[in-house]
C-alpha cells in the first residue's frame, strides 16, 4: 500500500493509490521508478486581478492539490492519462504539437514546449494526473502546469530554479494556452510555506515569506465552491487585461509621457493616477481604481499580518472583494451571493471571490469551531439563492501547507 507524507490516511495516499494503479494499466509493467510531485492549489487573500500588471499580490498553498505520479521512458515521448479526463495524451518530445481549446493535454504540450525552447529535452516521461478533489478557481491549471514542468524536469535531470520556473509556467499560460494572466498562481504554488503570508512583487519578482506573528488565531482556510465552473480563457479575463493596459496607456498620455507598447499600471506614478484618472472613460477608471486600490490594501494587509491582526486582514480582503465586484466587474450572480453571504456569516472573517472571480469558489478564513454553523448558513442561504447550483456546491476547510514538492512514496 502506498504511503506518504501526510499519513497512509491523507487523500495523497488514496490518491497515490490510484495513480498507480491507472499507471500500471496504461503503460504495462509495474512502474520501476515511478515517482510522484505534489503541487497544491494557492489561495489569495489580497492582490487580485493586478499580477498582469505587475501589481503587487499575497498567497499562500493550500493542503489540496494535484499529484502527478510519473517514470522516465527511453521512447522519448511524453504520454499522459488523467483520472479525471478521458484518453491518452501522447507525442514526441521533439514535435509537440499545437494546442486544441479546452484539451487537457495542454498543460503538459504546454510545458513541454515551454521547456524545449530552453533546454535540451533527452527523456520522455510516462505519467498519470489526479486532483485532491475538484475545486474551481484555486488555480488548479497552474498547478497541473507546475507540476508537469517538475516532472519533466527530474526526468531529464534538469536543475531550474523556482523563479525560472514561475516564467515556465507563464510561459506555457501566456503563450501556448493564450491566457494573459500575471505570476500570482505559480509563485504561490512554488514558493509559499506553510503558514506563513507569501508578498509577491510581481515588478520585482520577488516573494518574501512571512511568517504567522504568535497572537494570530488558528484559521480554517474556507473555500466554497460555487457549483459553476468555467475556463478562464472562456471569460472575460483578456478583455479586462486589456483594459488595465489600455487605462495605464491613457493614463501617460495624459501626463505628457511616453506609453511603452505595452503599459501596465504598474508604470503609472500614482501622482499621474491621481491627477488624471477622472479623465478616463469610466470602466478604464475603475480598472485603475482597483489596481491603485488593491495594491494599498495588499501593503495594508501586509503590515496586518505582520503584527497578528487578522481582523484588519480580513477587513482588508472583505474590501477587496467588494473592489473585485464594482470596480473590477467580475463576479457572477452565484459568486457575488456567496461572497455577501461569507461577509454576514458569523465565525468568518474576511472573504472574497478566489483568483478570476468569474465561476469557480470564494475564500474566507473562519473560525475552526463554527464549522457545522457556516455549513448551514451556506446550505441554507445559497440554497435559497441559487437552487440549481446549490446542489453542487462544496465546502471545504482547509489548512496552508508548503509549496509544490516531489513526495516520497513508500509502494
Ligand atoms: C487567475 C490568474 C492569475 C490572477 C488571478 C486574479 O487566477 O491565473 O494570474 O490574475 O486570476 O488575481
Known amino acids: 500500500m502506498a504511503q506518504c507524507e501526510g499519513g497512509a490516511g491523507s487523500w495523497q495516499a488514496a490518491l497515490a493509490r490510484r495513480l ?14 515511478l515517482q510522484f510531485v505534489l503541487a497544491p492549489y494557492r489561495l489569495c487573500p489580497l492582490g487580485a486581478h493586478v499580477d498582469h ?5 499575497t498567497g499562500m498553498a493550500l493542503d489540496r492539490g494535484v499529484l502527478l505520479a510519473f517514470a522516465p521512458n527511453e521512447a522519448k515521448r511524453v504520454r499522459v492519462r488523467s483520472l479525471d479526463f478521458p484518453g491518452l495524451v501522447e507525442f514526441p518530445l521533439d514535435a509537440v504539437p499545437a494546442g486544441t481549446a479546452g484539451d487537457w493535454g495542454n498543460y503538459v504540450r504546454g510545458a513541454t514546449m515551454a521547456l524545449t525552447e530552453h533546454y535540451e529535452l533527452l527523456t520522455g516521461m510516462d505519467a498519470v494526473i489526479g486532483g485532491s478533489v475538484p475545486i474551481g478557481g484555486l488555480s488548479s491549471s497552474a ?47 512554488l514558493l509559499a510555506k506553510r503558514s506563513h503570508l507569501a508578498f509577491l512583487d510581481c515588478q520585482a519578482r520577488t516573494v518574501e515569506s512571512i511568517p504567522p506573528a504568535a497572537s494570530l488565531p488558528n484559521v480554517d482556510l474556507l473555500i466554497v465552491h460555487s457549483g459553476v465552473t468555467q475556463a478562464l480563457t472562456g471569460t472575460d479575463y483578456n478583455q479586462r487585461v486589456a483594459q488595465c493596459g489600455e487605462a495605464a496607456k491613457r493614463l501617460l498620455q495624459l501626463a505628457g509621457e511616453p506609453a511603452p507598447q505595452r503599459a501596465r499600471l504598474r508604470g503609472v506614478p500614482r501622482e499621474v493616477y491621481l491627477r488624471h484618472r477622472d479623465k478616463l472613460p469610466l470602466e478604464l477608471r475603475k480598472r485603475a481604481v482597483h489596481f491603485f486600490s488593491e495594491c ?10 505582520r503584527r497578528g491582526d487578522l481582523e484588519a486582514f480580513g477587513h482588508l480582503v472583505r474590501d477587496s472583494g467588494r473592489s473585485s465586484l464594482e470596480n473590477y466587474e467580475c463576479g457572477s450572480p452565484e459568486l457575488t451571493s456567496l461572497y455577501t453571504i461569507l461577509c454576514q456569516c458569523e465565525g468568518v472573517l474576511g472573504a472574497r471571490f478566489s483568483g478570476a472571480g468569474f465561476r469557480g469558489s470564494c475564500i474566507g478564513f473562519s473560525d475552526p469551531s463554527r464549522r457545522e454553523q457556516i455549513r448551514e448558513t451556506l446550505a441554507a442561504q445559497y440554497r435559497a439563492a441559487h437552487p440549481n447550483a446549490a446542489t453542487r456546491m462544496e465546502v ?7 509549496g509544490a514538492r516531489f513526495v516520497h512514496l513508500v509502494g
Open 143 to 189: 498547478a497541473v502546469g507546475c507540476a508537469y514542468l517538475l516532472a519533466l524536469e527530474k526526468v531529464n535531470a534538469l536543475d531550474v530554479d523556482a523563479f525560472a520556473n514561475i516564467s515556465l509556467d507563464q510561459r506555457i499560460e501566456n503563450g501556448y494556452l493564450g491566457l494573459q494572466n500575471g505570476i500570482l498562481d505559480q509563485s504561490m504554488i
Open 20 to 33: 498507480t494503479a491507472v499507471f500500471r494499466e496504461a503503460f504495462g509493467s509495474e512502474p520501476r521508478e
Open 396 to 402: 471545504h476547510f482547509c489548512a496552508s501547507a508548503g
Open 53 to 57: 500588471q505587475l501589481g503587487l499580490a
Open 296 to 305: 494599498e490594501r495588499v501593503t495594508a494587509g501586509v503590515a496586518a499580518w
